[in-house]
């Protein structure tokens, strides 16, 4: 991260469908946010955010605002439902739960979803965030089909 925390990050658009392509480019929030998304040695999709000014929640801390951060992982939420259940359209998330665990302080956050369950009519994905290794924040999602 750059010393005046406006480090963006790389856009990795190898392996995503053209849905998340499209979900990314032309969403303004999502280009607001500043969503990257690279890939882990392992080929495992990793979703990140850099801070910047615009995402303060507290000013005297410089940490995020707890809407960035749940923003974040709703969205990092609905790109990997698609991913992993070859949705042809954006889910509708239809329900959620997020809970902050400590504040996450400006730097580099990092998105970890996994699907808990994908049922006929329901999806529920889990997402823990971190910054470096500390754990931030977790939500729950739940997406219809």
């Known amino acids: 991260m750059t010393a005046t925390g406006t480090e963006t990050l790389a856009t990795d658009y190898a392996g ?5 392509k499209q979900v990314i480019d032309d969403t303004p929030y999502v280009r607001f946010l500043g969503l990257g998304i690279s890939r882990e040695d392992d080929g495992t999709v990793c979703y990140q955010l850099c ?21 974040f992982g709703e969205v990092a939420a609905s790109l990997h439902v698609v991913a992993e259940t070859g949705m042809q359209q ?4 239809t329900s959620l739960t997020f809970d902050y665990l ?21 999806v529920v994905v889990s997402v823990d965030i971190f910054l470096d290794k500390t754990h931030v924040s977790m939500g729950r999602f739940i997406y219809a089909r």
């Open 90 to 93: 954006q889910p509708l998330c």
């Open 16 to 20: 995503l469908s053209e849905l998340q």
């Open 102 to 122: 400590r504040p996450a302080f400006a730097g580099t956050i990092r998105a970890v979803p996994r699907i808990v369950r994908a049922g006929r009519r329901f």
């Open 51 to 71: 801070f910047r000014e615009e995402h303060i929640g507290n000013p005297l801390l410089r940490t995020f605002h707890g809407g960035i951060l749940a923003s």
